[in-house]
């Protein structure tokens, strides 16, 4: 990737390596750590892959310009262009700047742009403001929805406005098979997405026998839950927000997998209530004991997982683990690996050019 602020914007920390060189740094480190020698290795596009991206908004002799925090410096850098985000995005911020520069209500104080892409090419744009914006600026911005067809929401200190939708539809792929979901301005997302379709297929390629039903934590939107539920009989899949339990609940009615229960719970409100410590009425539809689990699925925070969910998930046959942080994964793996084995790992390059490496394991139970 050829980009003009390598070395100086702080996105890119590995900005010395090309791109095969920086992943196989950051492989290489991770190998050591989780000692793991096999690994399949996800790549990314080596440019234009990321479908979620924050720009600053630089104020300079009345103009504006896009800025990053600068690697060296504490400052912020200008720049014109980044490789790194999806292409729609790519060739939208030059025109997008040039726009908000011709209207004083768009630019005046304008702080921060947040983009989100699709991989269909649907974006949505953000616009921050450090000052309270109303009526007048809803109407200004109307235009840029009607420029470029894309979704605008408007953002100030205590105020959200929504020009059409707080959304974009997305398409994710699964060995030639579609799922329809939406991507909402305030919700998390894989930022990478096409190495997202190929972590999905990962774990279905290495489930193994599929016997019953499948337990979820961290569940997100469903980004997981939907793709997996026709290999199982029943799905019960958990998530602490109410706004991703909101979508997710959206996106199993909107791809018709009416096997799969959503339980807006933490995973230690949900260890309280699989051991019958505690009840809760957020289960009172949700029968537990009709579950006969052979399968759980954790995505944790960087955190990794704590100490009452580390107990339950040693309890199921079959373990797939997504993590976000080898240091963390490490930790709890020291833990699994009494009861478990590892039958399959592999490493995603969702964060390209910096020091961030997602893991996947999958781990059956040892034989007595």
Known sequence: MDCNYFGKCGSCSLYQFNYEEQLSYKVEE?????SLKDAQIIRSKPSHFRNRAEFRIWHEDNKIFYAMHSLQE???????????????I????????????????LSHKLFTIEFLSSTTGNIMATLIYHKKIDETWLKEAKKIEDEFDITVIGRSR???????????????TIFNKEFKFRLYESGFIQPNLKVNEKMIEWVLDNLGLIKNDLLELYCGHGNFTI???????????????KASIKAASWHKELNRCENISFARLSSQEFVQAYNKEREFRRLKDID???????HILVDPP?????????????????IIYISCNPTTLKRDLEKLKSTHKIVASAFFDQFAYTNHLESGLILQKKSL
């Not at 850098?77 to 490789?83: A, F, G, H, R």
């Not at 205590?158 to 994710?172: A, F, P, Q, R, W």
């Not at 537990?288 to 052979?294: A, V």
């Not at 960087?302 to 079959?318: A, C, Q, T």
Request: hydrophobic share 40%; with cysteine; net charge negative.
């Open 288 to 294: 537990l004991d009709s579950f006969s689990f052979s």
């Open 90 to 105: 790519y060739h939208l911020m030059p025109k997008l700047i040039e726009f908000l520069k011709k209207s004083e209500i």
């Open 227 to 241: 793709p997996l539920s026709s290999h199982f009989n029943k799905v019960l899949a958990t998530e602490v927000s």
């Open 158 to 172: 205590g105020v959200k406005l929504i020009l059409s939708c707080d959304y974009i539809d997305e398409t994710l």
């Open 74 to 88: 504490k400052s912020l850098l200008k720049i014109d262009s980044c490789q790194i985000v999806s292409e729609p």
């Open 302 to 318: 960087r955190s990794g997982l704590d100490e009452m969910s580390l107990e339950l998930v040693k309890e199921f046959d079959n």
């Open 30 to 34: 991770a190998k050591e750590l989780l």
